[in-house]
């Protein structure tokens, strides 16, 4: 049921027909936007920015209409994500004047941090059957793009097959390790959603060949981060239903888990090759002209060169725009076998962070950052833990945030459950199963 809680002021407007309701479902397809943007960044890159900037506008919109922000007392969880982007924006005290072209290409980008936190916390929470509608999109869309992919490969499979054993990967919409994030959470919104029983027929017949499918694709794709993800995901998830003595789904998803893998390396060549490049990849680690060749060589040494930088600013970090100039002076000096075609920024969301903003501004996105899952924990949210699992994974790996799917992805599907969080009173009935809100 959608909210209809106004002021006597609202009700008198000369606009009678921007209700809560018509707002809130602007709100949803603005919500859509952005999930479909994220699997046309190859030929319609805008769609994503353009779906955030009609949430934006949807919110203001409800804020001039009835003079409330909807979410005001929540206002702690969200002003985490704009200090973030308040820290970006500092960084330009400390950005030399030959890069300043550069430090505003990276305010831009950053930009969600700042829009669409203050969108979620005006907006009421969308309706629990939107918030549905927005993960079968998800869904949808990751199951489609899989299959464009699958069927690729098919038509591909030995040139696909010689390109793992180089480290190279197959063409994915959106690029393949960010595919393989939106994957794992994908299989983490059929597994709730089976679990919590709120489909039937041949819609839940739908979710759970897609989230089957979904599982073995991720093996197909062989792409490290979303593995990882994945597993993790299983084992939180084994743990869940042990908790709740649901001693049979444990015991499916456990012989799942341990199968995939075994049936994996024997029957998908993608997967065979992606293993045994692994190991020669790893095995190299030493020689460090291998870094011009081997993906996880060259991210090793990526954590030594940004170590080199961070030495000299250990409080205030470089600045984020000086930070590609600092860390090729660096391999220049430490490491001259490296090529400069193959220097690389910092792979760790965390170092990257703590290179370009210092120890300070490292601490501040920690506690930002986390700070609602911290607020949550002692509520029903296993959306937003979900993608709290898969985002820090990929900051172990990645600098996820330093690209705009990346980004929009990290924080779009934080921020969608953390807005839709029954409010405490509320939580028993959630427990219970009385009502779900996909949190």
């Known amino acids: 049921m959608r909210s209809t809680s106004v002021s006597i002021s609202a009700t008198s407007s000369t ?68 200090l973030i982007f308040l820290m970006h924006l500092a960084a330009g005290l400390n950005t030399s004047a030959a890069n300043a072209k550069e430090f505003w290409r990276d305010i831009v ?48 499979a030995d040139y696909i097959n010689e390109l793992y054993i ?33 489909l039937t027929g041949w819609r839940r017949a739908a979710v759970l060949g897609a989230t089957i499918f979904l599982a073995g694709f991720m093996h197909l794709l062989a792409v490290r981060s979303g593995l990882v993800a994945l597993y993790v995901l299983a084992v939180v998830a084994i743990g869940y239903l042990l908790k709740k003595q649901a001693w049979r789904k444990a015991a499916a998803v456990t012989a ?47 954590y030594q060169t940004a170590l080199e ?41 965390f170092l990257f962070y703590l290179v370009a903003f210092g120890t300070l501004g490292v601490a501040i996105f920690i506690l930002s950052f986390y700070y609602p899952l911290w607020w949550a924990r002692r509520r029903h949210a296993p959306m ?14 990645e600098p996820t945030m330093e690209g705009q799917s990346g980004l929009t992805f990290s924080l779009f599907f934080l921020l969608l459950p953390l807005s839709s969080l029954a409010e405490c009173r509320k939580e028993r009935g959630v427990r219970k199963g009385l009502q779900w809100r996909p949190a």
């Not at 893998?261 to 095995?283: E, G, M, R």
Request: net charge positive; charged share 15%; with cysteine.
């Open 109 to 156: 980008l950053q930009l969600p941090f700042l829009m669409l936190p203050l969108a979620f916390w005006i907006l009421p929470p969308l309706p629990s059957s939107d918030l549905k509608r927005l993960y079968k999109l998800l869904l949808a869309a990751t199951t489609l793009s899989a299959i464009g992919s699958t069927i690729y490969y098919l038509l591909n």
């Open 256 to 302: 799942l888990m341990v199968l995939l893998p075994i049936v994996s390396y024997f029957t998908l060549p993608t997967f065979y090759n992606k293993y045994h490049n692994t190991k020669d990849d790893a095995s190299r680690v030493e020689q460090t002209h291998s870094a011009n060749n081997y993906s996880l060589v060259g991210r090793m040494y990526s």
């Open 384 to 397: 937003l833990l979900v993608q709290y699992i898969i985002v820090t994974l990929s900051f172990m790996v």
């Open 15 to 82: 606009t009678p027909w921007l209700t809560v309701g018509r707002i809130q479902t602007a709100a949803a397809i603005s919500c859509g936007l952005v999930i479909t943007g994220l699997y046309t960044l190859t030929f319609f890159r805008v769609l994503a920015s353009i779906g955030q900037a009609c949430l934006l506008l949807c919110a203001l919109t409800y804020l001039w209409r009835f003079r409330e922000v909807a979410q005001l007392r929540k206002w702690p969880v969200y002003f985490g994500f704009v």
């Open 309 to 349: 930088v961070w030495k000299d600013h250990p409080v205030f970090g470089v600045g984020k725009a000086d930070l590609r100039m600092e860390m090729s002076a660096r391999y220049q000096e430490f490491f001259p076998q490296i090529e400069e075609e193959h220097y690389l920024q910092p792979h760790n969301q």
């Open 166 to 198: 180089h480290s190279k990967i197959m063409p994915t919409v959106p690029d393949h390790i960010r595919f393989s994030l939106l994957i794992a959470l994908s299989i983490a919104v059929g597994a709730v959603m089976l679990n919590r029983k709120v």
